[in-house]
């Protein structure tokens, strides 16, 4: 059963950074693709960015240049390094697989506000 932590979240003024991790059990990370998705207030749940097996990256253009995806597969573990932060950048962060698995972390909220 896929089982996700987000961690990392926190307030950080405009501009400043944050770095998420996504921990994730089982057997299965290092052959799939995972992804950091995002929720803001009264929207849906948007993908922002992607890392496949191969450590290929792709990114929405909202955040292209400014989120850095990564991932560890010794220790299971995506990170997203997120620079220049800005408040439409809030929101709760989750990571899961692409596609998506059932299960979802809690997710990490972000609050980009001065």
């Known amino acids: 059963q896929v089982h996700l932590v987000e961690s990392g979240g926190g307030l950080v003024q405009p501009g400043g950074s944050l770095r998420l991790s996504c921990a994730a059990s089982g057997s299965i990370f290092s052959t799939n693709a995972m992804g950091w998705y995002r929720q803001a207030p009264g929207k849906q749940r948007e993908l922002v960015a992607t890392i496949a097996s191969n450590y290929g990256t792709n990114y929405a253009g909202s955040v292209r240049g400014r989120f850095t995806i990564s991932r560890d597969n010794a220790k299971n573990t995506a990170y997203l390094q997120m620079n220049s932060l800005k408040p439409e950048d809030t929101a709760v962060y989750y990571c899961?697989?692409?596609?998506?698995?059932?299960?979802w972390g809690q997710g990490t909220q972000v609050t980009v506000s001065s």
């Open positions: 899961n697989y692409i596609p998506p698995r059932e299960n």
